[in-house]
């Protein structure tokens, strides 16, 4: 989101006070409440499998984003368009990076934050790609995220448990 933001986005002039209240706040308190909370609770408590509770918490999480004071001509319901659906598909994301994070919160915490903060300091729909371009880096930056936890989980994965009730034949070599 960086580099799209440095090909053209105008730069608004920002407080550090202001970001603060629009980047940190929101990355830390809506990950603290969807995925530590609600997603945490629904799986580890209630015993739901990942991708319904990842999929239920996700939707909340885009419809909490529902502008309930909405601009004139426009209807609460005439937002319930692709953006919600993409905040959703986020918050599906981010509870899964959660999980396959080792249950590491800050994981996700750095990477709403960070995304709202280029978000902030630079008008996205402004750069030389256009809106597209911005949503395209949000995929972008999600998608990184998603590989380095794999990866990270690839690296230090500890080798699988043998199977109860599964013999393992030795040759005479392996005694020596």
Not at 7 to 34: N, S, W
Not at 81 to 87: D, F, H, K, P, V
Request: charged share 15%; net charge neutral.
């Amino acid at each position: 989101m960086l580099v799209v933001g440095a090909l053209g986005g105008e730069q608004d002039d920002l407080k550090i006070r202001y970001l603060a209240y629009t980047t940190v706040m929101p990355g830390l308190t809506e990950e603290i409440f969807y995925r530590a909370f609600a997603f945490g609770l629904l799986v580890r408590v209630a015993g739901w499998k990942l991708w319904p509770a990842a999929i239920f918490t996700g939707v909340v999480f885009g419809l909490a984003h529902v502008d309930f004071t909405p601009d004139e001509g426009e209807t609460i319901l005439g937002q319930l368009g692709w953006w919600i659906a993409m905040i959703a598909l986020g918050g599906v994301l981010y509870a899964w990076l959660y999980e396959r994070a080792s249950w590491n919160i800050w994981v996700v915490v750095a990477l709403h934050t960070g995304m709202n903060l280029w978000w902030d300091v630079f008008e996205m729909g402004g750069s030389v790609l256009g809106p597209i371009g911005a949503t395209v880096a949000r995929i972008a930056a999600v998608g990184l995220a998603l590989l380095l936890v794999v990866h990270y989980r690839l690296l230090n994965q500890e080798p699988r448990a043998q199977k109860p009730g599964r013999r393992v034949i030795r040759s005479t070599h392996d005694q020596c």
